[in-house]
């Protein structure tokens, strides 16, 4: 089962809680491990779990770190990850702070520009080389020590800034040091526990030196490079909202790697599944940030490289109907009044359209061409999924033989099933899905791997591959573009399509 492995798994000998992960492939290399393994310290089950979504926080933002690759930190970077050495030497000295060896008043003299990193120092530049070469070290190993742990590449100006960032850090918490060292330890209280004697995770800002940007804006950005449709849109934002509400702010500068594998835990914890988090939120939100990377608007995406392992069920893929459940189907629709279950079901069935394009189709949509009766997915009798979706189909024999174009000429204009209310959307398809889906089921069809409508889409492929259709002319009619290259040369003349749709044998249902 997916996410297994991002559970508290417990060792059977000692009893102590570890995190074990899998690397994604595509990070292998890079983590140099298959597996991530780190111990939690506790045998406690509860505490392990407060544990582990910590280092999965960390786990996870070193992964999207390495993944963006080398780059320069900016100043600002640099001193999110120096914050790291301050709260670690507070908590270190803070209850003996006289015993801190940090000399504050050499300091300031430590790296001086332009000097390469770890140079040893004449004896006449500096009154004490040697404490200054310790101080230097140290910092120099804390520094790199950090960044290999966030998984940040960097080049040797991001380096030093982080390098002189450390050492800042320290100084200043010297500093403080010196007057709790004096009994005033009211000094320093207003700033929070955590950064004055505990450990925090830090991380490093990706939106550093940025001004605010509220996630609103960049939804209306993205949305009006991408036109998309009413529903992905409301659905999009829904999945942000879900997130501004996790983050308690609307601000996409502040948003962190670690922001987004917080908020996919609190997914996963709300019960969701696994590809749910993965195509409903992970993946808007990752296209809404690239379109503000890519607009400058982000320095990058803090949502780049946080993914949730999505692992197909046995038995639980979807698939097409079979003979005899088709039977079924148009059976039943054969014996219907209602406009909607007698004919969509049908041309769904020798077409392979979405029940979407069926629903909005008009009656000028239903023409001949050269002695073929055929129906148009027109852009303008409603919105089409994707640029192939647009298209002319070959009405099959067993459509033309059962009356369809008595019932197109019964209509005078508009569309052919105007009793379909329009959704939200003012879309047909989306009552017209809701209306069929529960009537199929209503015929005993409950098998959760047959859909009631996107299922005649496979069966279409089925029939293609059994009865030797010609791919690509099936591409064509059905709606898909995955030949784009050799799909753009020629006609897709309507008799061709004609000739191979009719291939397929018209189902007795007797």
């Known amino acids: 089962m997916a996410l297994a492995m991002s559970r508290p798994w417990k060792h059977p000998k000692t009893g102590i809680y570890w995190l ?3 690397v994604p492939d595509d990070l292998q290399k890079l983590v140099g491990k298959r597996e991530e393994k780190q111990s939690l310290g506790t045998r406690d089950p509860t505490e392990a779990k407060r544990k582990l979504l910590a280092a999965l926080t960390e786990v996870e933002e070193r992964w999207a770190n390495l993944k963006v ?3 320069t930190l900016t100043e600002r970077e640099a001193y999110d990850i120096g914050q790291h050495a301050y709260d670690y030497w507070l908590k270190t000295f ?8 940090w000399d504050v008043t050499i300091g300031a003299d430590l790296f001086p520009p332009h000097i390469p990193l770890g140079w040893a120092p004449e004896d006449n530049l500096f009154p004490e080389p040697s404490i200054i070469e310790q101080m230097e070290g140290f910092c120099i190993r804390s520094a790199d020590a950090r960044l290999q742990a966030l998984g940040l590449a960097t080049d040797e100006l991001g380096r030093r800034r982080a390098v002189k960032a450390v050492a800042s850090a320290i100084q200043r918490a010297s500093l403080l040091l010196n007057e709790w060292a ?3 330890f009211s000094v320093g209280m207003s700033a929070p526990v955590a950064s ?8 490093p800002k990706h939106a550093a030196a940025v001004k605010a940007i509220s996630f609103d804006e960049l939804i209306k950005s993205w949305a009006a490079e991408n036109s998309p449709s009413p529903r992905t849109l409301y659905n999009w934002t829904g999945a942000v909202e879900r997130l501004k509400k996790s983050l308690g702010h609307d601000d996409a500068a502040r948003l962190t790697p670690g922001d987004m594998v917080r908020w996919k835990t609190s997914l996963i914890d709300a019960g969701l599944k696994p590809k ?3 195509d409903a939120y992970l993946a808007p939100v990752r296209a809404i940030l690239g379109v503000a990377v890519k607009d400058l608007r982000l320095p990058s995406n803090p949502a780049a490289g946080i993914t949730i392992g999505v692992k197909a069920k046995p038995g639980a893929t979807r698939r097409g109907y079979s003979d005899d459940e088709a039977k079924i189907v148009l059976k039943a629709a054969k014996q219907e009044t209602d406009s909607v279950r007698r004919w969509v079901p049908w041309l769904c069935a020798y077409s392979g359209a979405r029940v979407a394009e069926i629903c909005q189709l008009r009656v000028e949509d239903v023409f001949e061409i050269g002695g073929v009766w055929s129906f148009k997915v027109d852009p303008a009798a409603g919105r089409v999924k994707t640029l192939g979706s647009e298209r002319s189909v070959p009405l099959h024999p067993a459509l033309i033989d059962a009356g369809f174009l008595k019932f197109k000429n019964s209509i005078k204009k508009g569309p052919l099933f105007a ?8 879309s047909r398809g989306g009552n017209g899905t809701k209306l069929l889906g529960r009537w199929v089921r209503s015929l005993g069809l409950d098998d959760p791997r047959l ?3 996107h299922s005649w889409r496979h069966r279409m492929r089925t029939l293609a591959r059994r009865h030797a259709l010609d791919p690509d002319t099936v591409d064509k009619f059905i709606g898909h573009t995955g030949r784009e290259v050799p799909n753009g040369y020629g006609e897709f003349e309507a008799q061709v399509a004609y000739r191979e749709i009719s291939k397929i044998p018209t189902l007795k249902l007797d």
């Open 451 to 453: 859909a009631p409508n």
């Open 69 to 71: 690759g080398p780059r």
């Open 419 to 426: 009793s379909l209310t329009p959704d939200r959307f003012g």
């Open 94 to 101: 803070g209850d003996n702070p006289s015993e801190q060896p």
């Open 196 to 203: 004055r004697v505990g450990p925090a995770k830090s991380e």
């Open 182 to 184: 004096k009994g005033d």
């Open 276 to 278: 749910t988090i993965r």
């Open 20 to 22: 074990r992960k899998r």
